[in-house]
T-cell receptor
Framework: AQTVTQSQPEMSVQEAETVTLSCTYDTSENNYYLFWYKQPPSRQMILVIRQEAYKQQNATENRFSVNFQKAAKSFSLKISDSQLGDTAMYFCAFMPYSGAGSYQLTFGKGTKLSVIP | DTGVSQNPRHKITKRGQNVTFRCDPISEHNRLYWYRQTLGQGPEFLTYFQNEAQLEKSRLLSDRFSAERPKGSFSTLEIQRTEQGDSAMYLC???????????FGQGTRLTVV
């Protein structure tokens, strides 16, 4: 079974500054995917960024980038130039690569990020 | 709106009553997932469908819970004899077969009083 741990229940950042959200995971799988999902106050979960475990290069999506350390089982999210619209719950999630399997996600408990004007 | 749609958005029910939620996935998506999210927690997997076949169920899905996807399109999640511990947000998601990105609906918030 997989576990995902987010050790920061809440964080805040000044608008235009940079913030890093932490995530660690535990698995015996060798091939898997890691995700950061954003859940704004409206509650609809949105994919922010995805990382394939077999890729050494860290994923980036505009202002969002990850620091993926496979040996340490660490997957942090960096948000640059924070904007008010980044205020949300952020969930780290794990999905094993299981071929024809279920692709079910295992989520952490989330980090509530507040961007302060 | 071509996203995942869930109805109702909110449901308040008395303990012991039955409730049913509906999820309409993105039309091209073969896979449909149900998750439950309690306060202060991340979503937890309940079950998933590949077209109309229910292929996996979590141990969280007690015998009071049943899910269907009769024609491989919309899905329903029924909870019988609701308990206060069933109070949660129930999230539906859909994806393409083999797709790694799940698209979530806004959820149905259930309150059992």
């Amino acid at each position: 079974a997989q576990t995902v741990t987010q050790s920061q229940p809440e964080m805040s950042v000044q608008e235009a500054e940079t913030v890093t959200l932490s995530c660690t995971y535990d698995t015996s799988e060798n091939n898997y995917y890691l995700f950061w999902y954003k859940q704004p106050p409206s509650r609809q979960m949105i994919l922010v960024i995805r990382q394939e475990a077999y890729k050494q290069q860290n994923a980036t999506e505009n202002r969002f980038s990850v620091n993926f350390q496979k040996a340490a089982k660490s997957f942090s999210l960096k948000i640059s130039d924070s904007q008010l619209g980044d205020t949300a719950m952020y969930f780290c999630a794990f999905m094993p690569y299981s071929g024809a399997g279920s692709y079910q996600l295992t989520f952490g408990k989330g980090t509530k990020l507040s961007v302060i004007p | 709106d071509t996203g995942v749609s869930q109805n109702p958005r909110h449901k308040i029910t008395k303990r012991g009553q039955n409730v049913t939620f509906r999820c309409d996935p993105i039309s091209e998506h073969n896979r449909l997932y149900w998750y439950r999210q309690t306060l202060g927690q991340g979503p937890e997997f309940l079950t998933y469908f590949q077209n109309e076949a229910q292929l996996e169920k979590s141990r969280l899905l007690s015998d009071r819970f049943s899910a269907e996807r009769p024609k491989g399109s919309f899905s329903t999640l029924e909870i019988q004899r609701t308990e206060q511990g069933d109070s949660a947000m129930y999230l539906c998601a859909s994806s393409f077969t083999g797709g790694t990105e799940a698209f979530f609906g806004q959820g149905t918030r259930l309150t059992v009083v």
